[in-house]
């Protein structure tokens, strides 16, 4: 069965390109949130088994988003998306419960590594 797939990211581009990336690949991507408020909310409702979370966004951040879907299910797997240069955040969302992280520009090879290690 196809493994379920939220994202979240701010920029729709990013979101379009991650969508593409994972549907050629067998993902089904259930929902996508503009940002960290709307990806708890979708969490709740969806159920996904993977979320992929941008660190940086409006009104809520990945950061305070991923620990908010930890305390709704600790076993929640997140896969954070970064820009260059975001080390701190990354081991930060690493510490917090992150399975992996993926960096922008996305590699499809780099996306698919991070999801496989995400569902095991």
């Known amino acids: 069965m196809a493994k379920r797939i939220l994202i ?8 379009v390109t991650l969508k593409k990336i994972l549907t050629e690949n ?5 929902g996508e949130a503009q940002n960290g408020k709307e990806a708890v909310e979708q ?52 510490q917090a419960g992150a399975k992996d992280f993926v960096v922008k520009p996305f590699q499809p090879d780099r996306v698919l590594e ?3 290690k995400a569902a095991a």
Not at 68 to 79: G, Y
Request: glycine fraction near 4%; proline fraction near 4%.
């Open 114 to 116: 991070a999801m496989a």
């Open 26 to 30: 067998g993902f089904e991507v259930v």
């Open 43 to 94: 969490f709740k409702s969806l159920k996904p088994d993977i979320v992929t979370m941008d660190i940086t966004m409006p009104e809520m951040d990945g950061l305070q988003a991923l620990k908010a879907i930890k305390e709704l299910d600790p076993n929640a797997r997140v896969v954070m998306c970064t820009a260059m240069g975001q080390k701190t955040m990354v081991v930060e969302a690493i």
């Open 8 to 15: 979240t990211d701010d920029a729709l581009f990013m979101r």
